[in-house]
C-alpha cells in the first residue's frame, strides 16, 4: 500500500500534453501564449475582466496590497486562522497586520469583531488602509456582511483566495470580491503548476500595474530602463501550460472532492467527539480540505492520537492552520479576540482530501479513525 497524502498534484495525460506543446513550441519562458491563456481562462472561469499570472499566490498578495495602497506603517486588517502568507504579504511592505478572529459558525473572519474593530478605529482616527479577507479551506468569507463594512469605511477589500478556486458565495465565485483577489496554484492547492498565483481584479489599471511591477518594471525602451521598484513574479509559460490544463478539469476535481468531504461526513457521523468545519449557509465551498474537530471527552483520543495513528497506516494528515497570533514571528502583532481560532486548532485536523484519492484509500483513513474510536 502506498502513502496517502493530504493533498497531492492531481495530473495526467491533458497536463503532458500541453506541457508538451508548450515545450515544443519553443515558448518555454518566460512569457508566451499559454500565460495568455491561462489568465484569460482563469478570468473568465471566476467571472471577473482582468488576471495576471505570478510565482506565487505568496507574490500576487503582496502586489495586490501594495496596489490598493498599503504602505510602510499601515495597519491591515486580516484573520489571524489562515496561512502565514496572507500576513507575510503586508509584513513584506512594511505594513502591520492586525488579526482578527473567526467565527465558530463558518471559520471565516467574524464580521461582528471586524464592524466592532472598525467602529472604534473610525472613533480614534486610526483605521486600517486595506482590508484582506481569507477564503478558508475553499469557503469563502461572509461577503453579505464584510463587504458592505469595508465600503462603509471606504476600505479596499483584498481577497486571498488562495484555496478557493471553485468556490461560490451566493452564486459569485470565489475571487470576485473585492478590488482584487489572488489565487494560488502551489503543489497542495485545488489545482496546481506546481507553482504560481494569479491575480484577478476588475479593476484594468490595477492588473495593468500589477503586470509591470511583476516584470521588473521594465520601462517600454529597448535598453533597460526602470522608474519603479519591479519585482520578478511573472509565471513562466510550461508552467501556465499546466495551469490551462488543470483548470480545464477543475469542475471535476471540486466534485471530487465535495464527494470525499460527503463521503468522509457519512462514515464518521455517529461516532461520538467528531464534528466537521461548518458549511455556511451563504454558498458553495470547493471542498479543497476536509477539516474534523475532535474533542477528546467524547472521542477518546486527542487530534493528535488520531494524526499519529494515521501516520503509522502511512497516511499523512495535518494539524488545521495554527493561528498567526500564536506564532512566534506575530507575538507582537495586535490580534482582536482570538479563542475561537486557538479552539479549533487545539482540535482541527484535515484529512486526506486529493482529488485523486481512491474510495480505497479515503476507506482506510475511516477505518484508523473507527477503530482508534473503537478501543476508547
Ligand atoms: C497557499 C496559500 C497562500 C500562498 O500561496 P503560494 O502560492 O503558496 O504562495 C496564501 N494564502 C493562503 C490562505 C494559502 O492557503
Not at 500541453?18 to 515545450?23: G, P, V
Not at 473610525?122 to 486595506?130: D, H, K, Q, S, V
Not at 497542495?188 to 476588475?202: A, D, E, F, P, Q
Request: with cysteine; aromatic share 6%; proline share 6%.
Amino acid at each position: 500500500m502506498s502513502r496517502v497524502y493530504l493533498s497531492p498534484p492531481d495530473v495526467g495525460n491533458e497536463e503532458r500534453t500541453l506541457l508538451l506543446e508548450a515545450l515544443d513550441s519553443g515558448w518555454v519562458a518566460p512569457l508566451g501564449p499559454h500565460v495568455d491563456m491561462f489568465e484569460a481562462d482563469l478570468a473568465r472561469r471566476v467571472g471577473v475582466p482582468y488576471a495576471v499570472a505570478m510565482s506565487s499566490g505568496t507574490a500576487a498578495l503582496h502586489l495586490a496590497l501594495l496596489l490598493v495602497g498599503v504602505g510602510p506603517g499601515d495597519d491591515v486588517l486580516m484573520p489571524t486562522f489562515t496561512f502565514v502568507a496572507t500576513a507575510n504579504a503586508a509584513t513584506y511592505i512594511g505594513a502591520r497586520p492586525v488579526l482578527v478572529d473567526c467565527d465558530a459558525e463558518t471559520w471565516q473572519l467574524a464580521p461582528d469583531l471586524l464592524a466592532q474593530e472598525l467602529q472604534d478605529r473610525a472613533r480614534l482616527g486610526t483605521l486600517p488602509r486595506a482590508v484582506m479577507t481569507v477564503d478558508l479551506y475553499g469557503q469563502t468569507a461572509d461577503y453579505g456582511r464584510l463587504a458592505p463594512l469595508c465600503e462603509e469605511y471606504g476600505l479596499p477589500l483584498v481577497e486571498d483566495a488562495a484555496e478557493a478556486l471553485g468556490a461560490t458565495h451566493r452564486g459569485a465565485a470565489a475571487g470576485s470580491f473585492g478590488e482584487a483577489a489572488v489565487f494560488s496554484f502551489n503543489g497542495n492547492k485545488i489545482i496546481t503548476t506546481s507553482g504560481g498565483g494569479m491575480l484577478v481584479s476588475r479593476h484594468k489599471e490595477l492588473v495593468d500595474r500589477a503586470r509591470h511591477l511583476a516584470t521588473q518594471a521594465r520601462e517600454p525602451e529597448v535598453h533597460y530602463e526602470h522608474v519603479d521598484l519591479g519585482f520578478n513574479y511573472r509565471m513562466s509559460n510550461l508552467l501556465a501550460a499546466l495551469g490551462v490544463a488543470q483548470l480545464r478539469g477543475l469542475d471535476r476535481r471540486v466534485q471530487r472532492r465535495r464527494a470525499i468531504n460527503q463521503a468522509y461526513r457519512q462514515a464518521l457521523a455517529s461516532t461520538p467527539g467528531i464534528s466537521f468545519m461548518p458549511q455556511a449557509p451563504y454558498g458553495e465551498p470547493n471542498g479543497w480540505l476536509t477539516c474534523i474537530l475532535v474533542d477528546p471527552e467524547g472521542f477518546g483520543y486527542s487530534r493528535e492520537d488520531i494524526r499519529v495513528a494515521l501516520e503509522a497506516q502511512d497516511i499523512e494528515a495535518r494539524p488545521t492552520w495554527k493561528p498567526l497570533h500564536l506564532q512566534p514571528l506575530f507575538a507582537q502583532t495586535p490580534v482582536v479576540g482570538g479563542a475561537v481560532a486557538a479552539g479549533i486548532f487545539g482540535q482541527g485536523l484535515c484529512l486526506p482530501s486529493g482529488s485523486s484519492l481512491s474510495d480505497a484509500d479515503l476507506h482506510r483513513v475511516v477505518d484508523v479513525v473507527e477503530r482508534l474510536a473503537a478501543r476508547a
